[in-house]
């Protein structure tokens, strides 16, 4: 399945979207091991390093997926059993929602993952690849074949050997600059609001109504003197 999405700009390598974090199955440790080496790859591709405008790369059980498009690349990490061809249509269906967005307002963020609105679109698209079997899916598996037989495949290992080479720091990540900057862009916070606010919130309310009822009670029992 298509456990982890990433969109970036590429002119400064700034990851701008990614899947919400309540649509995450993996742990947050695991998350956060995934998406620092998804943000290295964008900033790969940025620099120039990567110049394929798509590629499979491999790394543990898992794969990444990146589609250039328009100054921006998509980036899925997917099970290495996920049909790769798959994993590129959902890029597509990504990449052409993005082209309906204006250019000055993906130009526009100054903070990595700013762009949450397009976290929306991105679940509601990873939605319809979740199942591979369904009618729609199995139709773009048994479509044309020959775009896709060629795409470049490299391993990660490969691509952090370069980095460390060429003096990269590997080690940056912009979901800790961003983490930083405000406490609620930490995605396991968020998880824990998402899960807990409405229940406190009935909890909240369960205790009015105790409340109202137990004031009502004495009033009518004062008023009955």
Request: some cysteine; hydrophobic content about 40%; aromatic content about 10%.
């Amino acid at each position: 399945m298509v456990k982890l999405t990433l969109v970036g700009r590429l002119r400064d390598g700034m990851p701008l979207s990614q899947t919400p974090a309540h649509l995450i199955e993996d742990n947050e440790v695991f998350l956060a091991s995934y998406r620092q080496k998804a943000e290295l790859v964008l900033r790969e591709i940025s620099a120039g390093a990567l110049t394929k405008p798509k590629m499979t790369i491999l790394v543990d059980h898992c794969c990444f997926h990146y589609l250039i498009g328009n100054g921006t690349c998509c980036i899925a990490l997917c099970d290495a059993w996920y049909p790769r061809k798959l994993a590129f249509h959902y890029l597509q269906d990504l990449h052409e929602e993005l082209e309906k967005v204006d250019n000055r307002i993906v130009e526009s963020f100054l903070e990595p993952y700013s762009f949450k609105r397009f976290d929306y679109v991105i679940g509601n698209i990873r939605n319809r690849y979740l199942d591979t079997r369904t009618q729609a899916n199995l139709y773009k598996l048994n479509s044309d074949r020959r775009n896709y037989v060629d795409i470049p495949t490299q391993e990660f290992s490969n691509i952090l050997r370069n980095c460390q080479t060429s003096g990269t720091d590997v080690g940056t990540s912009a979901t800790i600059t961003h983490a930083q900057a405000t406490i609620w862009s930490s995605h396991l916070l968020e998880v824990i609001a998402l899960k807990w606010t409405p229940i406190t919130i009935l909890v909240m309310v369960a205790a009015i109504l105790l409340w109202t009822g137990v004031v009502l009670n004495e009033y009518n029992t004062l008023t009955a003197w």
